[in-house]
């Protein structure tokens, strides 16, 4: 009972120390319907977070399809190029590597240098087509289409300097015989004083 009294004695001093215009506001009085709407707008969110986390999952494996695509095409593009430029050399080899030795003015000391040096580029050509040959087809060099493109790339830029460097040859000794054309010309000219 001393409760009671204690707890109406606070309402009381409560009511009392209240200023005059102060109301009651009452329950709160919930709607339904917005209630229901709410609800479903809750779930219609957490299904457009799941079909959109389950387009980013999509966007990231065709992403990853599209880094694979990627890197084979580099491959093709850095095999074709080194196919291309391992055709050069031979050409070159085949064709401008007979024209030199069959010149006259290539002393036959030097033919056997010459074609030394010309077989040791094409040796070491035919050592990267193996080379190349064994990553793309063989599975004990674990390698990922990334590190195996940049294999291929370095490879290729090899070939394109074997390339430059057999031309480069094949131009010294051009020059060569034409110098030695000339110096027989010079030497053999008829005078006529």
């Known amino acids: 009972m001393k409760n009671k009294i204690r707890i109406l ?16 506001q009452g329950m709160p009085v919930y709607d339904n319907t917005n209630f229901i709407s709410f609800a479903r707008s809750l779930i219609e969110s957490a299904k457009q ?50 024209e030199i030795l069959n010149s006259p003015y290539i002393k036959s000391n030097e033919i056997s240098r010459i074609s030394d040096s010309f077989n040791a580029i094409i040796e070491n050509s035919l050592d990267g087509l193996d080379y190349i040959d064994q990553i793309l087809s063989s599975d004990n060099l674990k390698m990922a289409d990334a590190e195996r493109a940049e294999v291929l790339k370095e490879m290729e830029l090899q070939s394109n300097e074997m390339v430059a460097e057999i031309e480069a040859k094949t131009r010294r000794y051009r020059e060569i015989i034409a110098f030695r054309e000339m110096q027989d010309k010079i030497n053999n000219r008829e005078t006529n004083y």
């Not at 004695?9 to 009651?24: D, E, I, K």
Request: no cysteine; net charge positive; proline share 2%.
């Open 49 to 98: 977070t799941s079909q959109l986390l389950k387009s980013v999952e999509f966007l990231k494996k065709q992403k990853e399809n599209i880094e694979k695509v990627n890197n084979v095409i580099r491959q093709l593009k850095a095999v074709r190029e080194l196919a291309r430029n391992n055709q050069r050399l031979f050409d070159i080899v085949q064709d401008d590597l007979r």
């Open 9 to 24: 004695l606070f309402v009381l001093t409560l009511t009392l120390l209240l200023p005059g215009r102060a109301t009651a």
